[in-house]
């Protein structure tokens, strides 16, 4: 049943989200037509955390991976000399 509803909230996920990009769009246009600009800077700036959010975990996963081999090969090269 989980599994379900995971695989139901991620199909329409992306469906959900253009939704809101119109919204969002006429607000910022309104805010920034009447001067104000720190809601158009604010959505830059969730935009930036969104672009590169995936990027730094995808880093952070390979340097985990990097640092996990390497120690496991010291591991295994002192077990090797050991022997």
């Given amino acids: 049943m989980k599994k379900a509803l995971i695989l139901v909230l991620t199909v329409l996920s992306p ?20 001067g104000e600009t720190s809601v158009a800077e604010g959505l830059n700036n969730g935009i930036m955390f969104l672009f590169f959010t995936p990027y730094v975990v995808v880093f952070v996963i390979i340097f985990l991976w990097y640092k996990k081999s390497k120690v496991s090969n010291r591991v295994s090269i002192s077990e090797h000399l050991k022997n």
């Fill in 15 to 34: 469906l959900l989200n253009v939704a809101q990009c119109a919204m969002c769009r006429t607000q910022i246009k309104n805010n920034v037509s009447a």
